[in-house]
């Protein structure tokens, strides 16, 4: 195969790498106020200067196709090899994205990879034996790479065999629809050694089924003549099985109304672990979702999610495959702590009581599942490399308890080893957890202090605490001789987020990079350096290279925001602190000043909303909200004022900040904004009656809470792709949050902007996608009516037929976005 120095023989060539010609131009990093309670920031907050002097800003351009900013790197990752670098860059004017290498010793000359090399450079699985053979997929094939470099063709195409892991004898295992294999490397030969099925498990005479049968079975000899034969054939089949290894592994049989849910089998090939569940449809043939603009010219129904109000709950069964005996034994949840704790009792009390109806407590055992995360595909299984240990992390289904436990595989039973336990709901996020590779030691994430941090344990033992403080730690990485673990965090301020690593031995923490904004990694498959993805506030994400262990600077390898980009005045926001009125914490929120803000009349000013509620805006990196930040700097160029606030339900600054909405959203945010709005008319001279608000989605959800419950607070508002009522979203969002309808009705009454639609008095602008499958177009539909009925005059839609949640055409970005500047222009 071609080696990668081929690709880097000419990089500046054009069609190779646009970005070479582009120069680097440092833009400015935004400026940290830190506001002390009730202080005026007058000499703090000061606007930082744009990278140019000249140019207009206008919605022409910044709602265009943002290719025009430089299409930049994503997908960063490493060679097969781990010898080069990679990364992904779409491609200038089409919806492709091209593939781009670099070798270690040459970082910064990247070319594009060609297609016919790329499976050496991209996999979608890849795991590494201890001789450092390396098996990796790529799209329908299977290839192995030896450690002399030459790389062999294992399999192509046939029945999909994915989840790669070399055994402890060496062989590669592979999982494919209803069987797992081993396959020797060196012999090619193929072994299953486990295989299952839904249905019931063949018998060779089955019991009468009723009198006439029995009565058949006694009277007629030629009856009792068969059975005995299939009897004698069964048993000779058994005694083949047990005596001549040429016969392949019994099947393992599961109820026939079930599916899988998770399996793992253990390293050493000898135990599995696996969790079924009932086989019952995931969406009713009512959820449906319209398309009216078809290429045939007709109207497509479109299969949508479930709605949460129709959810019904979910339970795994877990079992302990034993593949040398052929034993299945189910893994009971009785052992967990609380598994049968009715943590809903407060809420159903307090709802039949609105029902005048009592609530008697139960102890019923709940629904309980693997984890389900957001953020990986595996089932939460983990074998230690050496098969002898295994953990499960488990969930219940009403989202208050996480369990991270151990199975006993002499026993068959479960052993907790961490529980978090929550009154609100557990975080679908920091749930990452795994084995040291040289110690039957688990570590993980848990929020249970507030923050999420770090831990490792010899199961049994008591946790030890890796990271600690006021501050969170996300996407671990162990290195392959657990003497570090790599995770990013914002330590040192909620919106700056570096790399770290941690001793695992000694707990000592160091900081490896220092870079300010925001910074992602990946560490190279010899730990020995990482590559970076760095952004600032007005920086576009590029990448940078660096030793792992922090020793000298960060080497910036790519230079693809185009000179376009760095011609315009963008403004750079202050990260600011706001006081809160309600908590002892600061709001963390952006602020974007004009010229001469402090000077003369006092100025309008618009508050923008970010979309999710569980995500961070007020950081120092490259927001992924680039439009609106382009916007804003529009409006400060026409002397507006822009706020961006991290209202409480946002991301980054621990569980209480997260959880202050449960079963009452709309309503810890609205007074966030509240203090926003004090917080500007008393420190950056903002006029109270000139103030608008948007947002998209959660934000656009926002907008409608403060234009109907608090229409003293902004002059207008533009909502878009927003929610109106709760019960029509998804059900793994929002039941963590205000549990589900049939349970918590009062939350869902209390959450929804339907409810509230009569307190609308200021003009309203709703922006609606009517190919949304994240927040239906019906949710705007059915707000709609409810103005109609209740005869509002303020207040106006606008549809966009063919886009979905996100928007992708320009043309829809532009008539939007000006739309929303039209009402701020004519309102403020």
């Known amino acids: 195969m071609k080696q990668i120095t081929t690709l880097v023989a000419s990089v500046c060539l054009t069609v190779s790498l646009a970005a070479c010609s582009s120069t680097e131009s440092p833009a400015q990093a935004p400026t940290i106020v830190e506001l002390p309670p009730k202080s005026p920031l007058e000499a703090a907050v000061q606007p930082v200067a744009a990278t140019t002097t000249s140019g207009t800003i206008t919605l022409n351009q910044i709602m265009s196709d943002p290719d025009w900013l430089g299409r930049a790197p994503s997908g960063m990752g490493w060679s097969v090899d781990g010898r080069a670098l990679v990364y992904d860059r779409k491609r200038e004017g089409s919806v492709v994205r091209d593939s781009y290498a670099a070798l270690l010793s040459a970082p910064s000359q990247s070319s594009i990879i060609p297609l016919s090399d790329i499976h050496e450079y991209r996999f979608d699985e890849r795991v590494v034996r201890d001789d450092g053979v390396i098996a990796y997929s790529f799209e329908d094939s299977i290839y192995i790479r030896f450690v002399n470099g030459d790389t062999v063709l294992l399999n192509k195409g046939g029945q999909t065999l994915n989840t790669l892991t070399f055994m402890t004898d060496g062989r590669l295992m592979a999982y494919a629809s209803d069987h797992v294999v081993a396959i020797d490397l060196a012999s090619g030969q193929r072994e299953e050694i486990l295989r299952w099925a839904f249905a019931d498990r063949p018998q060779a005479v089955k019991p009468p089924k009723d009198l006439i049968a029995e009565e058949q079975i006694s009277l007629i000899e030629y009856i009792q003549t068969q059975r005995n034969n299939r009897l004698a054939r069964a048993e000779a089949e058994s005694q083949l099985a047990i005596q001549n290894d040429s016969v ?110 009592e609530y008697q407590d139960n102890r019923l055992p709940r629904d309980i599942t693997l984890l389900s995360s957001w953020y990986w595909t595996e089932p939460s299984i983990r074998w230690h490399r050496s098969g002898e240990h295994v953990a499960v992390m488990l969930e219940a289904w009403d989202n208050k308890d996480r369990w991270l436990a151990t199975v006993d595989l002499d026993t068959a039973k479960l052993n907790t080893q961490h529980r978090l336990h929550d009154d609100a709901w557990v975080n679908y996020r920091f749930n990452a957890f795994g084995w040291l590779s040289e110690s039957p030691t688990l570590y993980y994430q848990s929020e249970h202090t507030g923050y999420a941090h770090l831990y490792v344990q010899v199961p049994g033992e008591t946790p030890k605490a890796l990271t600690y403080g006021e501050y969170i730690v996300d996407s671990p990485v162990v290195t392959t001789d657990d003497q570090f673990i790599y995770y990013t965090a914002n330590q040192k301020h909620p919106g700056i987020y570096e790399v770290y690593r941690v001793n695992v031995e000694s707990g000592e923490i160091q900081a490896v990079t220092d870079l300010n904004g925001k910074t992602e990694f990946s560490l190279s498959p010899d730990n020995e350096t990482l590559l970076l993805s760095h952004s600032k506030v007005t920086q576009p994400p590029e990448l940078f290279v660096l030793d792992a262990d922090g020793n000298g600077d960060a080497m910036r390898i790519t230079h693809t925001v185009s000179e376009q980009f760095l011609s315009l005045p963008w403004a750079a926001p202050q990260v600011i602190e706001i006081p809160s009125s309600h908590t002892d914490k600061p709001i963390y929120a952006r602020v974007y000043l004009p010229e001469g803000y402090d000077q003369g009349a006092s100025k309008r000013a618009v508050v923008f909303n970010h979309g999710a509620g569980y995500l961070q805006n007020a950081h120092m990196g490259w927001s992924g909200y680039f439009r609106e930040f382009m916007f804003h700097s529009m409006l400060v160029q026409q002397g507006y004022v822009v706020l961006d606030m991290d209202y409480r339900a946002s991301a980054g600054y621990g569980r209480d900040w997260r959880t202050a909405i449960y079963r009452q959203m709309g309503t810890p945010e609205i007074q966030d904004l509240r203090d926003g709005v004090n917080w500007l008319v008393e420190n950056v001279n903002v006029d109270r009656d000139r103030i608008g608000t948007y947002g998209g989605s959660y934000g656009g959800f926002l907008t409608f809470m403060s234009m109907f419950n608090a229409p003293d607070l902004f002059a207008a508002g533009a909502a878009l792709r927003p929610v109106t009522d709760w019960a029509h979203y998804n059900t793994p969002y929002t039941s963590n949050i205000l549990n589900t309808p049939s349970v918590d009705p009062i939350a869902y009454r209390k959450s929804s902007p339907i409810y509230f639609a009569e307190g609308l008095e200021k003009p309203l602008l709703i922006n609606a996608p009517m190919v949304d499958d994240n927040v239906f177009f019906v949710d705007t539909v059915r707000l709609v009516q409810r103005l109609i009925e209740l005869e509002k005059e303020d207040f106006e839609t606008a549809i966009y037929p063919v886009e979905p949640h996100g928007f992708v055409q320009p043309s829809s970005w532009l008539d939007e976005y000006r739309r929303i500047y039209k009402l701020f222009e004519e309102n403020l």
Not at 266 to 291: C, E, L, Q, W
Not at 306 to 320: G, K, T
């Open 248 to 357: 392949a592994r019994d099947t393992f049989y599961f109820d026939k109304g079930h599916r899988i849910a998770g399996m793992r089998v253990s390293p050493a090939g000898n135990f599995a672990v696996v969790a079924t569940t009932k086989s019952v449809p995931s969406r009713d043939d009512s959820d449906i979702m319209p398309h009216y603009v078809q290429e045939d010219g007709r109207i497509a129904s479109k299969k949508v999610r479930r709605r949460v109000a129709d959810a019904e709950p979910v339970n795994h069964d877990l079992w302990l495959l034993n593949l040398s005996n052929g034993y299945k034994q189910p893994l009971s949840f009785v052992s967990l702590p609380g598994y049968n704790d009715d943590v809903l009792a407060d809420v159903k009390r307090e709802n039949a009581l609105a029902r005048g109806e």
